[in-house]
């Protein structure tokens, strides 16, 4: 059984940071692609970051791009999200996701597993 757990979220001001964590039991992060996701109230969930695998460069949506930094631990088989600079805009659930595959997407409904998320909220 694939269980992804998410952990690290929180409440924080504006032009502060965070560190999301996911790790994950049934699946290994080290060949697959794994990636960020969120979903704000009253919006569709969206694409964050992901990395293939650990020589290839991440991918980042253009709103985090800069901010945001995804990496993997295959050691300990987790994934974290590191989040500087946070902004209001950044408040939403924060799921970890993971495909059967190495490519990325990113289209929530092309990724296989889902951890059950981790509120982000960034007061102004």
């Known amino acids: 059984q694939v269980l992804l757990v998410e952990s690290g979220g929180g409440l924080v001001q504006a032009g502060g940071s965070l560190r999301l964590s996911c790790a994950a039991s049934?699946?290994?992060?080290?060949?697959?692609?794994v990636g960020w996701f969120r979903q704000a109230p009253g919006k569709e969930r969206e694409f964050v970051a992901a990395?293939?695998?650990?020589?290839?460069?991440?991918d980042y949506a253009g709103s985090v791009k800069g901010r945001f930094t995804i990496s993997r631990n295959s050691a300990q088989n987790t994934v974290s999200l590191q989040m500087n600079t946070l902004k209001p805009e950044d408040t939403a659930v924060y799921y970890c996701?993971?495909?059967?595959?190495?490519?990325?997407?990113?289209?929530?409904?092309?990724?296989?597993?889902w951890g059950q998320g981790t509120q982000v909220t960034v007061s102004s």
């Open positions: 996701a993971a495909r059967k595959y190495t490519v990325i997407s990113t289209l929530p409904d092309r990724w296989d597993y």
């Open positions: 049934g699946l290994t992060f080290s060949n697959r692609a």
């Open positions: 990395i293939a695998w650990s020589a290839a460069p991440a």
